[in-house]
Nanobody
Framework: QVQLVESGGGQVQTGGSLRLSCRFS????????LGWFRQTPGREREGVAG??????YYADSVKGRFTVSRDNVENLLILQMNNLSSEDTAMYYC?????????????????????WGQGTQVTVSS
């Protein structure tokens, strides 16, 4: 059974940075499409970044500011977030599913993922 546990959320001022981590356990870490999503109340969950087989994918809203990476030794999925704005305030979730999800170009669709973490809150204040 795949388990995902996020950490690293918190409160930061506009223009600041945060580093989110997602610890993956259960199966072979490198075989999965891994995604970061975020959600605010009343809005649908949206894809932020995806990673599979060394290829990274980003939503247009975070390109140039966020970087997704993986630590294969520690089985961590990492999201480095820089130059944060109030629009980045949300609950952030990591997700995992077959590598085919990323390769099909559908990494940003939350319905394509079976495994989810519990989320970590990011709040950006001015």
């Amino acid at each position: 059974q795949v388990q995902l546990v996020e950490s690293g959320g918190g409160q930061v001022q506009t223009g600041g940075s945060l580093r989110l981590s997602c610890r993956f356990s259960g199966y072979t870490f490198t075989s999965y499409c891994l995604g970061w999503f975020r959600q605010t109340p009343g809005r649908e969950r949206e894809g932020v970044a995806g990673l599979s087989a060394g290829v990274a994918y980003y939503a247009d809203s975070v390109k140039g500011r966020f970087t997704v990476s993986r630590d294969n030794v520690e089985n961590l999925l990492i999201l480095q977030m820089n130059n944060l704005s109030s629009e980045d305030t949300a609950m952030y979730y990591c997700a995992a599913d077959s590598y085919r999800v990323c390769h099909s170009g559908s990494w940003s669709l939350p319905t394509n993922y079976v495994y989810w973490g519990q989320g970590t809150q990011v709040t950006v204040s001015s």
